[in-house]
């Protein structure tokens, strides 16, 4: 037999299954949504956006009191919890804590926080004179940090340039933006697109593994920038897709 011969596939052989669509992606409108940080601006904005379109969620403090205070404040239903509970009864939770209680906060949770899906939108900066500047933690990013002290958890990276005052003002009813999301496994990755695309306007767009996560988190910086020139709440528009 030539090598053509051998080359060639057998007549009977099962035709290749067509490539997935990618903006095929699943319901993850009945899963609970857990906000670490979720008394905070960001995190107070993507848990009224999310329960805002109908989701399930659940905000997480050091303090239940407090975190119960900013459940009522914001209605549809959210909860309020001590940040343990969240991690527990929830089936993604979102990390918004401020980057210097990162590690720590999750350090503490991590018996809590085995086999969740966890979705770190935390931003490593420094500020002084001349603005915002992108840190880089001894891992690489805020994520793979996470990672790292989560070995039992099922860690992705998305939400980081979002404008938490867009998020939280209750007269804009669309988010103009697209979510990127990094991780590695692809399952993962889409039910995270997918949990961006339930608030109106915006779209999850799959952006890489964790190790491109840096570079994602630091681009924060330059959109601080841009929002104090231009006085506005810039975000990002992924182009061609």
């Known amino acids: 037999?030539?090598?053509?011969?051998?080359?060639?596939?057998?007549?009977?052989?099962?035709?290749?299954?067509?490539?997935?669509?990618?903006?095929?992606?699943?319901?993850?409108?009945?899963?609970?949504?857990?906000v670490l940080g979720g008394t905070g601006p960001q995190g107070k904005g993507l848990a009224y956006r999310l329960a805002r379109s109908g989701q399930k969620v659940i905000i997480g403090s050091r303090a239940a009191e407090r975190a119960q205070g900013a459940a009522e404040e914001l209605?549809?239903?959210?909860?309020?919890?001590?940040?343990?509970?969240?991690?527990?009864?929830?089936?993604?939770?979102?990390?918004?804590?401020?980057?210097?209680?990162?590690?720590?906060?999750?350090?503490?949770?991590?018996?809590?926080?085995?086999?969740?899906?966890?979705?770190?939108?935390?931003?490593?900066?420094?500020?002084?004179?001349?603005?915002?500047?992108?840190?880089?933690?001894?891992?690489?990013?805020?994520?793979?940090?996470?990672?790292?002290?989560?070995?039992?958890?099922r860690v992705t990276a998305a939400f980081h340039h979002l404008s938490a005052v867009l998020l939280e003002d209750p007269e804009i009813d669309e988010i103009d933006t697209?979510?990127?999301?990094?991780?590695?496994?692809?399952?993962?990755?889409?039910i995270v697109q997918a949990l961006a695309g339930r608030i109106p306007g915006m779209r999850g767009i799959f952006a890489g593994r964790l190790r491109n996560a840096h570079q994602v988190e630091a681009l924060v910086a330059n959109l601080i920038s841009?929002?104090?020139?231009?006085?506005?709440?810039?975000?990002?528009?992924?182009?061609?897709?």
């Open 226 to 241: 841009v929002n104090r020139r231009y006085k506005a709440h810039a975000g990002l528009r992924v182009t061609d897709v």
């Open 1 to 34: 037999m030539t090598s053509t011969d051998s080359a060639q596939q057998p007549a009977d052989a099962p035709a290749k299954a067509p490539a997935k669509d990618p903006w095929d992606l699943p319901d993850v409108s009945g899963l609970v949504v857990g």
């Open 178 to 190: 697209d979510v990127m999301v990094l991780g590695e496994v692809r399952a993962d990755v889409e």
């Open 75 to 153: 209605g549809h239903g959210i909860e309020g919890a001590e940040n343990a509970e969240c991690a527990r009864r929830s089936d993604i939770v979102i990390v918004a804590v401020p980057w210097e209680g990162h590690g720590k906060t999750l350090e503490a949770l991590r018996e809590d926080l085995v086999g969740k899906l966890v979705v770190d939108c935390v931003n490593p900066l420094g500020f002084d004179k001349k603005g915002a500047y992108a840190l880089k933690p001894e891992e690489g990013s805020a994520a793979e940090q996470a990672a790292a002290l989560l070995p039992d958890s």
